[in-house]
């Protein structure tokens, strides 16, 4: 069975500075997907990043970068300069690459990005 | 590309009524998922199709929870007699299954039943 565990419901973020937003998870397929969605109060659901369970190096896409721990089996999204528009809820995910297709979540992170 | 497009964005009904939701996946995308948000369970999957086969449908509540692919690119999930435990955003997914490849999300539908 597969498993994500996000662990902090809220966090605050002065604007300009990082933010890393915790994600761990469980799972017993030897290749497997992990990815960030943030979505804001509109509801859209926004895909971020994407590492691979055997990727050498950790993904990054513009101010985002995955922080990929594969033995702590820990996958932390950081968001470097923090932006008001960042505020919004974020989901990690993971999908199997060898068996089914579908995307697990967690339970989200809300990030409140201060002026 | 248009995206995801599902319909309707908000639909309230009265409890006993049926209510359709529909999902236009991406051009040459082969997969599709539905999804359904509340704040109790947050996002469970509730049915997805490869090739508009349905390969897993166990996140489907009961039997008045239906759901189809009639063509490469459309979707409906059905939902009859709908009850105010079904209220909650639907999010309909299309991907390329692909290793490496994510999932684009269409806007959802807001569903509150009365």
């Known amino acids: 069975a597969q498993k994500i565990t996000q662990t902090q419901p809220g966090m605050f973020v002065q604007e300009k500075e990082a933010v890393t937003l915790d994600c761990t998870y469980d799972t017993s397929d030897p290749s497997y997907g992990l990815f960030w969605y943030k979505q804001p109060s509109s509801g859209e659901m926004i895909f971020l990043i994407y590492q691979g369970s055997y990727d050498q190096q950790n993904a990054t896409e513009g101010r985002y970068s995955l922080n990929f721990q594969k033995a702590r089996k820990s996958a932390n999204l950081v968001i470097s300069a923090s932006q008001l528009g960042d505020s919004a809820m974020y989901f990690c995910?993971?999908?199997?690459?060898?068996?089914?297709?579908?995307?697990?979540f967690g339970t989200g992170t809300r990030l409140t990005v201060i002026p | 590309d248009a995206g995801v497009i599902q319909s309707p964005r908000h639909e309230v009904t009265e409890m006993g009524q049926e209510v359709t939701l529909r999902c236009k996946l991406i051009?040459?995308?082969?997969?599709l998922f539905w999804y359904r948000q509340t704040m109790m369970r947050g996002l469970e999957l509730l049915i997805y199709f490869n090739n508009n086969v349905p390969i897993d449908d166990s996140g489907m509540p009961e039997d008045r929870f239906s759901a189809k692919m009639p063509n490469a690119s459309f979707s409906t999930l059905k939902i009859q007699p709908s009850e105010p435990r079904d209220s909650a955003v639907y999010f309909c997914?299309?991907?390329?299954?692909?290793?490496?490849?994510?999932?684009?999300f269409g806007s959802g539908t807001r569903l509150t039943v009365v």
């Open positions: 997914a299309s991907s390329l299954l692909r290793t490496g490849y994510g999932y684009t």
């Open positions: 995910a993971m999908r199997s690459e060898t068996g089914a297709n579908n995307l697990f």
């Open positions: 051009s040459g995308h082969n997969s």
